[in-house]
Structures are given as C-alpha cells and as structure tokens.
C-alpha cells in the first residue's frame, strides 16, 4: 500500500472526530507518515494548547486512527 493510499485512509479516519474539534475552535492534520507507518499529527488552533488535548488525542484522535487503519502501528502527536 502506497504512502499515498495511508494518507487517504487516516485523513478519512480523522474527519470523524474533526467536527468535535472544529466546533471547539481546533483541528489536526497530519504531518507526516513515516514508512514503518507511524503517523505523526498536529493539533491546530485552540486544540494546539487546550488542557485537554492529552484526552482527546489518546480517546479520539489515536483510538479512531487504529481501529480505521489497522496498518499504522503508532500515532504521535507533535
């Protein structure tokens, strides 16, 4: 599976949970995927400094990325 055809899949994947974050007045995006499919991502906007972030990427963000891309073996947040 191409890099590519991964980005799709967990952008797909984080569209689930964007609205939450959007309405909260944040976002994330992906900065990279690495080839041993690690994907690192970035809070954007008042999630960026939000004291709940730790939450909602382990709850939301990570959780949501592993069950719908099964071939990503970590998610870090940057």
């Given at each position: ?5 991964l980005y799709e899949r ?28 690690k994907v690192m991502v ?37």
């Amino acid at each position: 599976m191409s890099n590519k055809d991964l980005y799709e899949r967990v952008n797909t994947a984080l569209d689930k949970v964007r609205p939450f974050l959007i309405a909260d007045g944040g976002n994330v995006s992906i900065e990279k995927i690495t080839d041993d499919n690690k994907v690192m991502v970035k809070f954007t906007g008042a999630c960026g400094h939000c004291p709940f972030s730790t939450y909602t990427f382990k709850s939301g963000i990570e959780s949501t990325i592993l069950k719908e891309v099964p071939e990503i073996t970590e998610v870090i947040a940057i």
